[in-house]
């Protein structure tokens, strides 16, 4: 069992927002390994006071719907350690830094830049066996990338697979991972899940917030790489892939892979990218700071996949992202090629005879950084948090998942970065280019 948390990018914005929100959210309910502890380490040049004070006004911020008593256990149990990735003896220090010696999780809380010397740093450092190393996304910037990431990956965890969790947090959203119970057998909707009934299918994720101060990093990602190749696509895995026999983490693995197998290769002609320019929701995105406007970053990006499997003959899948958008659209929609059956599950919304959509982001929206979700019910990294600690893979990707989701993307990627189809523009806080 796990009983280090060793959380590296600890003083940054997604530890900040969600990690440790995420983490006080676990301790209120009682669903913490016994005994675990915190190790946060990052680069300032702290000490375990002011990285408690640091949790404190992250928790006062983000985590104000979780109990004080929860919150201050949380701060009162948390120690910090300097590292410096450029030195894996600070790393193998920070490793050491907690009493027990027992498995570690190493959560990567950094800048993908980061992840390789990360994960070579703890591989030196020798992990106790039992111990994983959890990885945020985008895993590696195109496919030769991502398979490089999981040899080291590999190399660091000694083969085991299980060892490396490489997370999306999409798997964690209570509508993302209700999906496949929407076609249960007996639903309304069990007979319909196939070509022969579904034209279309849109997965959408846009956002009325622009790209703020992440410019720095979005700049190097773009809307394809930072949500559509992870978040959208995994998305798409679960809601065409072939029901698992059974409720085992190895039978949702194998039918996700084999879903991202019959994905097929999209023509140029069936992507769609664009960036937002000046409009009514504010600045052109080349102007944020630290945007170099010649490497031409799509901040929308749309991809129409066809999946080569008899069920889905005939049906386009849509994914679509963007920044900067005139309304918050979190949702799939089913287009269905006649009105749809009576006796719809309630997470499904009739918007028309024939088309019914069903809301993504229903149950937990970050609003301004505020927490809304379901009493009871957890948040997306929530669910990562305590599948990564518990030993869970639900909402991990694995090594073939991860490589199998870019060998359909990276030729949509290398076409973009050729100029095809041309980069378009929309005005920020508009529904897109062209939009239907
Ligand atoms: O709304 P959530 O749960 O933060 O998920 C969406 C976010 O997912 C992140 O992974 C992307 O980097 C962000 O750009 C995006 O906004």
Redesign the pocket.
């Given at each position: 069992m796990i009983t280090r948390l060793l959380l590296l990018g600890a003083t940054g914005d997604l530890a900040g927002r969600f990690l440790l929100p995420a983490l006080a959210e676990l301790t209120a309910a009682g669903q913490l390994p016994e005994g675990l502890q915190l190790v946060g380490a990052a680069e300032p040049d702290w000490d375990d006071a002011r990285f408690a004070e640091h949790v404190a006004a992250r928790l006062a911020e983000h985590a104000g719907d979780v109990p004080a008593a929860a919150r201050q256990a949380l701060v009162a149990g948390a120690r910090y350690r300097r590292v410096d990735l450029g030195d894996p003896a600070t790393v193998a220090a920070a490793v050491a830094a907690s009493p027990g010696g027992g498995p570690v999780a190493a959560y990567l809380a950094l800048p993908p830049s980061l992840f390789p010397a990360a994960v070579r740093a703890l591989g030196d450092a020798g992990l106790p066996p039992g111990s994983r190393i959890a990885v945020e996304?985008p895993f590696g910037r195109d496919l030769a990338d991502a398979r490089a990431l999981n040899a080291l990956l590999a190399e660091a965890t000694g083969g085991v697979e299980a060892a490396a969790f490489r997370v999306d947090?999409?798997l964690g959203?209570p509508a993302v991972a209700g999906l496949p119970a929407l076609r249960a057998p007996g639903s309304a909707l069990a007979g319909q899940w196939d070509g022969e009934h579904l034209a279309q299918v849109d997965v959408v994720?846009e956002?009325t917030?622009d790209v703020g101060g992440r410019a720095g990093f979005y700049d190097r990602t773009g809307a394809l790489r930072?949500?559509l190749q992870n978040?959208l696509v995994q998305t798409l895995t679960l809601l065409a892939m072939e029901l698992p026999a059974t409720a085992a983490e190895e039978d949702l693995h194998r039918e996700r892979l084999a879903l991202l197998r019959a994905v097929r290769v999209p023509a140029p002609s069936a992507t769609r990218r664009a960036r937002y320019t000046a409009g009514p929701a504010g600045r052109a995105y080349v102007d944020a700071d630290g945007v170099d406007p010649a490497r031409g970053t799509e901040t929308l990006a749309e991809l129409v996949l066809e999946v080569g499997t008899p069920r889905w003959a005939g049906t386009r899948f849509v994914l679509r992202t963007g920044k900067a958008m005139a309304a918050d659209r979190k949702q799939v929609v089913l287009h269905l090629r006649a009105p749809a059956p009576d006796g719809l599950p309630p997470e499904v919304e009739r918007v028309a005879d024939d088309r019914l959509a069903i809301a993504l982001?229903a149950a937990q929206q970050?609003t301004d950084g505020v927490r809304v979700h379901a009493p009871g019910e957890r948040t997306?990294y929530g669910a990562v948090l305590a599948d990564v600690l518990a030993g869970g893979s639900r909402t991990a990707v694995s090594a073939a998942e991860a490589e199998e989701a870019w060998r359909f993307v990276d030729p949509v990627r290398q076409a973009w970065s050729d100029g095809e189809p041309p980069l378009l523009e929309y005005p920020a806080g508009s529904p897109g280019p062209d939009a239907d």
């Open positions: 996304k947090h999409f959203m994720w956002e917030l930072d949500v978040h982001d970050a997306a």
